[in-house]
């Protein structure tokens, strides 16, 4: 009778256990399924349901635990490692989900499920291939799943395959049509083809499904500054930045479509209230001092790029704009070594070499002037300008020959016939005769 009467209170606390998990009351299903395994532990379904109420509640360490069990007890439990599986994807222990879900696929190879997440772990993993071959097969098995279309909607956005994402979320939207994620990336994958009004239409309807979503807002102000409508654009990064306030990378892009549209001083109190939030971080220093060199205020630039160097003594950006702005003051010779730090940093600075020409002509060197020139042709051998430049300095160093063949091959590359290209061909004739 003891063992009769123990079946019948375990099967009680079992259903209101189940009948909890159905209400998404999962502390009372802990509760009910704990009093089922006191009754009974060897009851590898209650140690299982225990487990999902545990990992419904984002305690997933203590789900495993149960999950543990589960299979201790029953190791053909295929759920059991579905579920441990995907606990441990959600702590990021990918090699031991890895195993779990392989042995769910061995136990079960018409499981759709499993494929997803295994996907959806090769995805995280950066295996995008392998991760559409198990997305496929999940879809092949269950075609009515969403997040099977969506998760490989995002491998082919990895690979910039944006026309099938596009056919992939359009699916997910069919089947959810108030999935506002599904929206925003395919709004993402319309801008990536070049279809900014398309992008701008799922991205608002994802703001119809849910008006405090940051991330929609945030996406449909750079695609709005990307069509250079930056009123819009202000209008969402603010509007987002009332949600959140916080937020750098609205703060930067806020600041950035002021820029565009010559608000400097609005631009410069955007970066600012950023250093608020981060006071370490050069690159607000460095755009700040864009900022003032943008409105000739060269001092404060010299200011606030000092401070980027000091705390990033490796930002090359940071020396060359230190550089120009020394330059516009006429201190050619800081100018000079600012430039020359940038390209210690970056042997590959073009506009470095071309910025420390200019300086050289200022000061009349010329052949020290044609030496930078002639490195930046090394680097890209195609940018006329660096041809126009090294001409004008054979010309300013009385070398006609060596001017003449710069600017013919300018003139090759440039292949514009607009007052720039006249000029040059009165500069040839002249050196000519």
């Not at 044609?370 to 930046?376: G, I, Q, S, V």
Request: hydrophobic content about 40%; charged content about 25%.
């Amino acid at each position: 009778m003891d063992e009769l009467k123990r079946n019948i209170e375990s099967k009680g606390f079992a259903e209101q256990g189940e009948e909890a998990l159905k209400n998404r009351n999962y502390e009372q299903a802990i509760e009910q399924y704990t009093k089922v395994i006191e009754l009974n532990p060897r009851d590898s379904y209650a140690y299982f349901q225990r487990g999902n109420a545990l990992f419904s509640l984002g305690l997933f360490s203590e789900a495993i635990n149960d999950y543990n069990n589960a299979i201790l007890l029953n190791p053909n439990f295929s759920f059991a490692y579905y579920k441990r599986g995907s606990s441990y994807y959600e702590l990021k222990q990918y090699e031991l989900a890895l195993e779990d879900f392989h042995e769910v696929i061995r136990q079960n190879p018409e499981f759709p499920f499993a494929y997803y997440k295994r996907g959806q772990l090769m995805l995280s993993l950066g295996q995008v291939n392998l991760a559409l071959d198990d997305l496929n097969l999940s879809i092949k098995l269950n075609p009515s799943y969403p997040k099977a279309y969506f998760q490989r909607a995002m491998c082919l956005m990895k690979i910039n395959k944006f026309e099938d994402a596009v056919m992939d979320l359009s699916r997910v939207i069919t089947l959810n049509p108030k999935n506002e994620q599904a929206h925003i990336s395919r709004g993402i994958a319309l801008n990536n083809l070049g279809k900014q009004n398309e992008a701008i239409k799922d991205i608002t309807m994802a703001i119809k499904i849910d008006p405090n979503s940051v991330t929609a807002l945030s996406y449909r102000g750079l695609i709005f500054s990307k069509m250079k409508n930056y009123d819009k654009a202000v209008a969402d990064f603010s509007q987002a930045m009332s949600i959140d306030s916080q937020n750098l990378n609205l703060l930067n892009n806020r600041a950035s479509a002021y820029i565009s549209m010559g608000e400097y001083q609005q631009a410069i109190s955007d970066y600012k209230k950023a250093l608020e939030i981060e006071p370490q971080n050069s690159r607000l220093y460095y755009n700040i001092g864009n900022a003032y060199s943008k409105m000739n205020l060269h001092p404060e630039a010299i200011i606030n790029y000092d401070m980027a160097i000091q705390l990033n003594t490796r930002f090359a950006q940071a020396y060359f704009a230190r550089g120009i702005s020394n330059s516009a003051l006429s201190l050619y010779k800081e100018a000079i070594i600012d430039l020359s730090k940038a390209i210690s940093i970056d042997p590959k600075y073009l506009q470095a070499y071309i910025a420390r020409g200019n300086n050289f002509m200022k000061m009349k060197y010329f052949s020290k002037a044609a030496e930078d020139y002639t490195l930046a042709i090394e680097i890209n051998p195609n940018y006329s300008a660096s041809y126009l430049n090294r001409a004008m300095a054979f010309r300013a160093d009385n070398r006609p020959e060596s001017a003449i063949n710069d600017f013919t091959e300018f003139l090759k590359i440039y292949n514009k016939n607009d007052k720039l290209s006249k000029q040059v061909e009165e500069w040839i004739l002249s050196l000519k005769h």
